[in-house]
């Protein structure tokens, strides 16, 4: 059973960066599509972007587009999402979760999850 660790996050101003990480506790990334979701409080979960499993893809809520980016670094066996300029809406706990299947195109479900790591935009 694949496991799931974020880190990374923390607090910053608004108009800042943050990159969170994806990493596997027990078992490898490769080749499975990774999505990042975000819930803040008292609000349902956000799907924020996926990275799919086969040719690096990436796939983005419209709420980022253009200010998050998905990578992968399979020498490292991580995932990452770099956010900038950040808006104190993005502040939420942040999940990196993993496709069931191998080879998915993120268009389906998703198994693992991580614990979620705190992205707090604030002046």
């Known amino acids: 059973q694949l496991q799931l660790v974020e880190s990374g996050g923390g607090l910053v101003q608004p108009g800042g960066s943050l990159r969170l990480s994806c990493a596997a506790s027990?078992?490898?990334?490769?080749?499975?599509?990774i999505g990042w979701f975000r819930q803040a409080p008292g609000k349902g979960r956000e799907g924020v972007g996926c990275?799919?499993?086969?040719?690096?893809?990436?796939y983005y809520g419209e709420s980022v587009k253009g200010r998050f980016t998905i990578s992968r670094d399979n020498a490292k066996d991580m995932v990452y999402l770099q956010m900038n300029s950040l808006k104190p809406e993005d502040t939420a706990v942040y999940y990196c979760?993993?496709?069931?299947?191998?080879?998915?195109?993120?268009?389906?479900?998703?198994?693992?999850w991580g614990q979620g790591t705190q992205v707090t935009v604030s002046s």
């Open positions: 979760t993993a496709s069931k299947l191998k080879y998915s195109d993120c268009q389906g479900d998703f198994g693992s």
């Open positions: 027990r078992g490898t990334l490769d080749y499975y599509a």
């Open positions: 990275i799919t499993g086969t040719d690096g893809s990436t």
